[in-house]
């Protein structure tokens, strides 16, 4: 049985009736460009191979029932009237009703069951893959008219205003506007995007995520403390967002500003100025000569942003050591996972090396897997 048909069934069993459709929505990895999205700046994720999936039904009656495969997940039932109050999962699946309900759209009830296999508090956006999927099957069956960009910003403000995460539109970007074989060039400002190649069994490469179990949540006060902190920062230099700041504007803030706000305002100048090389690169020499800049990513995150933790830099300096051409901590930081970029036939040894530094501290074992650029959100079914 096919995962899809695993789906259907499930909602069969759970509502006692067919779906009228699956759709899937893909989790992310954040190549690079880590806290410049809500600062207007660059970003270069990819959808990888790990998706939500969703059945729905439609209701006339305004009432709501969501089920979900995970265990953790308990089925929730309510009113689409109440969905801007919801709590818990359903939050990430209700507060796209809520928004959707704010550009006038009319939900009339609907059941929905939901499987998803991208890792939760790993910092591969499963949020963003529930989100995405939720509003990618309501746009469609309400027939709403809303564009992929216009999804975007509904699932933005779901996590914001309802799951109460200051999150900018990287996640649901990725998830949204995605094509298989490449990274997702997107400028926060404008909200314009091009795909950029990132052809890495070409060049015979794969990325390894390391899930270092360390669960992060961005609905912790870390991702907030740091957006405020960006904020000041942009306050006490009169510009509209760090986006604004040049590198050689550096040694100015360096004076005005005291020395944390300093720092994380230098990352997001490094990082944005990360973003435009990668992109260069990419597209000049290819994916294989990208690793340096990947490393001085970490750095500035670990030093300048401070968002790493043990456990990343762990697996970060492991990966290096052990033949991986670069490596990073991926997503929003205080937990998650890291990335690397490693040779075909290094992953194996790359991944043994960090399953066993791990096991010697005493760590929890982490699930290492490769993850390949895939497509954006889409009907199954």
């Not at 600062?39 to 305004?62: C, E, W, Y």
């Not at 495969?69 to 089925?75: D, G, N, Y």
């Not at 399953?355 to 199954?380: C, I, K």
Request: hydrophobic share 45%; with cysteine.
């Amino acid at each position: 049985m096919s995962r899809v048909e695993s789906v259907q069934q499930a909602f069969r069993e759970t509502f006692g009736m067919a779906p009228e459709g699956c759709w899937q929505a893909p989790g992310r990895v954040n190549l690079i460009g880590e806290h410049t999205d809500y600062n207007q700046g660059f970003v270069l994720p990819f959808a990888i191979d790990r998706q939500a999936v969703v059945a729905l039904r439609r209701r006339a009656d305004g009432r709501v029932r969501l089920a979900s495969a995970h265990p953790a997940s308990k089925p929730v039932a309510g009113r689409v009237a109440d969905a801007g109050a919801a709590r818990g999962w359903s939050a990430y699946l209700l507060g796209v009703v809520w928004a959707l309900q704010q550009r006038g759209v009319e939900v009339p009830g609907f059941d929905l069951f939901v499987d998803s296999t991208v890792p939760t508090g790993a910092g591969l956006s499963s949020s963003a893959a529930l989100e995405s999927a939720t509003a990618l099957a309501l746009n469609e069956l309400l027939q709403a008219g809303l564009s992929r960009e216009e999804l975007v910003l509904v699932g933005q403000h779901a996590e914001n205003d309802v799951v109460g995460a200051p999150t900018g539109i990287l996640d649901q970007s990725a998830s949204l506007l995605s094509e298989a074989g490449h990274a997702v060039f997107l400028d926060c400002r404008s909200r314009e995007s091009e795909p950029v190649p990132l052809d890495l069994p070409g060049a015979g490469l794969v990325i390894l995520v390391v899930d270092t179990k360390v669960s992060h949540a961005h609905a912790d006060g870390g991702y907030a403390d740091r957006r405020a902190s960006c904020e000041r920062a942009a306050a006490a230099l009169g510009i509209a967002a760090l986006r604004d700041l040049e590198p050689a504007d550096l040694p100015r803030a360096e004076r005005l500003l005291d020395q944390e706000t300093f720092r994380r305002a230098r990352h997001i100048v490094t990082e944005n100025a990360r973003v435009l090389e990668t992109v260069s690169v990419l597209r000049s020499a290819g994916p294989g000569e990208i690793g340096g800049i990947l490393d001085r990513s970490h750095r500035s995150m670990r030093d300048d942003f401070e968002i790493s933790s043990p456990e990343l830099d762990l697996a970060v300096a492991t990966a290096q050591a052990n033949g991986a051409l670069g490596a990073r901590m991926t997503g929003g930081g205080f937990g998650g996972s890291a990335i690397a970029l490693v040779r075909e036939p290094d992953a194996g040894k790359v991944g043994a090396a960090v399953e066993a530094v791990f096991r010697t501290a005493g760590l929890a074992a982490p699930d290492v897997f490769e993850v390949l650029p895939g497509p954006g959100a889409q009907r199954l079914v």
